[in-house]
């Protein structure tokens, strides 16, 4: 019997939600390339897994070996993949004031919801591919963090609620290089039910 180590089984791309092509402020065309490259994640990542199953673990080396190489650029393919299924699955919405749960959490967490909002944005700003707004199962808060690429700088035991994209492929298209409008445009098209619905399966409690 297979275990978890040697299931090398292929993943196939979420489908993009049809509300994603009707965005106001992120166009069709941004967004159909940038699942373009969401679809490139998913198949370099099957791409790697099926490499590690044939791979000389008795090379592996720090400095470089094909062990070390495949597993690291892995980390990049499934952060890719991961970071985009939040992006793609919470926008699509109406934006405006959080309600619910997340409200709670919000304000309970950063004072008040534009509190966080400011704090977001200019995570995103300082950010060179993502902020995210996760919850730390040890801390038991949320917290804006930063990442620079797919795979940096993921806190260990923290579950990401909000996935801000602010690698250039997310608006370079609609935004040339105004970053902050296109911010403005994806707190915008946010969809709260959707994050709410994470906070529900998640059990995290106000
Ligand atoms: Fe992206």
Redesign the pocket.
């Known amino acids: 019997m297979a275990t978890l180590a040697f299931n090398r089984q292929e993943i196939a791309a979420r489908l993009l939600k049809p509300a994603l092509l009707e965005m106001d402020g992120i166009s069709r065309a941004a967004v159909e390339a940038?699942y373009k490259?969401?679809e490139g994640y998913v198949s370099k990542r099957n791409e790697i897994l099926a490499r590690l199953g044939e791979v000389d673990l008795g090379s592996a080396n720090q400095v470089y070996s094909e062990l070390r190489a495949l597993k690291v650029e892995l980390s990049f393919a499934v952060g890719?993949i991961k970071?985009?299924e939040i992006?793609f699955e919470h926008l699509g919405g109406g934006g405006g004031a959080p309600d619910g749960a997340i409200a709670a959490l919000l304000e309970r967490d950063f004072g008040s919801v534009q509190a966080w909002r400011d704090d977001l944005k200019a995570s995103g700003m300082a950010g060179r591919?993502?902020a995210w707004t996760a919850y730390d199962w040890d801390e038991l808060r949320l917290f804006n963090y930063i990442g620079d690429a797919?795979n940096t700088f993921p806190i260990w035991n923290a579950t990401p609620l909000i996935a801000l994209?602010v690698?250039e492929?997310?608006y370079f298209l609609d935004y040339q290089t105004d970053r902050a409008s296109y911010i403005e445009a994806f707190f915008a098209n946010l969809d709260w039910d959707v994050v709410n619905d994470w906070v529900a399966r998640y059990e995290l409690e106000v």
């Open positions: 940038h490259l969401y890719g970071n985009h992006y591919g993502w797919q994209d690698y492929h997310a």
